[in-house]
């Protein structure tokens, strides 16, 4: 009897608990990639919601895990893209030039880059005194939460501005820096 | 301006139409600063992440009283019924240091709040005490419960139930049991090894990784509602639900709720047999059963922040299942809920959809809403809208089982109106 050729498994198929957790393991890169486009976070949150629909109607297209990303985020920037468009009526937003521009290149960061540069943040921010982590932090912990601060330190909200500036540009220089020591 | 503070002002939303326009100019020739306005946007958003983890935190009040626990006290110690075991040599160098924060009624009257000492290895037969390491991680501990103290970071559970609240400078707390390894990320979560063949690991709030203990194979990553038993044969399993009131150590994995809950059990098809289990490999989310818990600002599901508010009055104190508000994903589930007594079981609708057909048939409109305060992430602990959801209404006579539908009907039809978003609430009341 000649020797049948192996026949290939097809892969199982992705199942609503995969789904789920699918979604919930790459939100976080989901919304980065979002807020690549978008100019606030509401924006974002919208977004999301209404992809996740979508990739749940469309579930059924994706072969394997690893594609779920790379899917997941052609479906966000469409929706990012109709977002912007309805934005377009009343308020000045990036041409569509650029808004093609940045999806592609943020497109090309996975899960474990994202991860990685996480880390680094992580670390980088524990290298910052205590009062420059909350000022930091300060634009995502509610509004007026910089003002606030500027009160509390007797200065002008502008001058924290300035500062928050410069220190953003020192977290993200560590940041580089971390990850190119990494990738040597 | 310069591009980085052009970019700087558009992600802080101060950008004007000016701004926007020369920034929209220069990234459209400049690869080097769209890269910069990415990585920016990464940055913004692990900032983001981070904010809502340390929001995330709740405070704790520090008692003022910080008082050395003297010799004398801590020979009477080792005699009472509440033992701390120390080591009699160099206790005061060895062992990690720790503060007593809170103790329950009937706790032996060396354990006084604010009292500090260094202890390397604690055994409580009788009552419950919140202790403080000098990490800031804040320990729940109840008795019966024996445990190691390897450091300040470290901790060996020989068998019990522990409850752990990790600080900012907490991440990377260890809780060892004799099946797991659990490594904290950031989180408040809860450890049961009071089974000698298995371990239960639940997360109220963060992120925490389970190991096999002695293996760097890593489990699970669990986040937010999320638990796992981990046995002596190192088989996973989900822990379907979660009993008692949302204080220090009132949870329990392992055994039935109080006699007086009205609610003894909650489970889904996705787990309900071997066959279902193996289709659900990857779900973790377990439902909380909370003994009176529905009042205004209660948490509404075990994964998500999102609360309850305008609770009708008469369903004030009700006894409370937190669903999970991924499942909303979900139309195929079954859900049964067993009842211990005659009681009113309500089940809470999102108005947003259409009334699924099991509750329309089974159960009766009260006509009376109660909201939902949908809290996303990114909104900082702030509510980004409020959902009127309706109270249905049904009277369960017989204690057994009642088994709910899904949140949704099939596939829905009109897929623009639907907001899958989030889970139904269920509630019981004990029938005069």
Known sequence: MPPSEPSPNPPPA???????????????????????????????????????VTLWEKFDQLRDEAGFLPWAKVVVRFKCLSVIDRLRRDRHVFSDGVLELLAQEAEVFDAEERERSMQALRSCLEGFSPPHQELLLAPYSGEGRVTMLAEQAGKSANALYKLLGRLREKLAACIETRLQKEAL | ???????????????????????????????DLRRKLIAETGIDAGLCEIARERASQPSVVVPRRSVWLSWRSLTAAAAAVVVFGLLAFGWARRGVEVEVVETSDGISGDWVVGHKARLNHVALVRGSVQIRLSSGVLLDVSAPIEMNLIDAMHVRVLSGRVTADVGEHGKGFVIETPQARVVDLGTRFGVDASDVAQTSVLVFQGQVEVYEKGSAQRVALLNTGEGLRLDNNRRVSRIVSVSGTDGANGWTANAPPASSALISAVRDSMTANDEAA????????????????????????????????????????????????????????????????PVELFVFVDQRNPV?????????????????????????????????????????????EVTLGAPYPNPPADKKSFNPNRMFGVAAKALP
């Open chain 1, 14 to 52: 992705l199942t609503q608990g995969d789904f789920v957790r699918l979604l919930m393991r790459n939100e976080p890169a989901l919304r980065a990639y979002s807020r690549s486009l978008l100019p606030d976070w509401h924006l974002v949150d919208e977004v999301i919601q209404e992809a996740s």
């Open chain 2, 1 to 31: 301006m310069n591009p980085n503070e052009l970019i700087q002002r558009y992600l802080h939303g101060e950008a004007t139409d000016v701004e926007l326009a020369e920034l929209d100019r220069l990234l459209a020739s400049d690869r």
């Open chain 2, 278 to 341: 193996k289709k659900w490999p990857s779900l973790r989310n377990f439902y909380r059963i909370v003994p009176g818990g529905l009042l205004d600002g209660a948490l509404a599901f075990s994964d998500v922040a999102d609360e309850w508010s305008d609770v009708p009055a008469g369903l004030v104190g009700a006894d409370q299942v937190r669903t999970f508000a991924v499942d909303g994903f979900n139309w195929f589930m079954k859900l049964t809920i067993e009842v211990s007594r």
């Open chain 2, 356 to 400: 699924p057909e099991w509750v329309s048939t089974d159960f009766t409109d009260s006509g009376e809403t109660i909201t939902l305060n949908f809290k996303p992430p990114q909104w900082q602990g702030r509510v980004a809208k409020r959902l009127p959801y309706s109270v249905w209404k049904r009277i369960v006579r017989t204690p057994g």
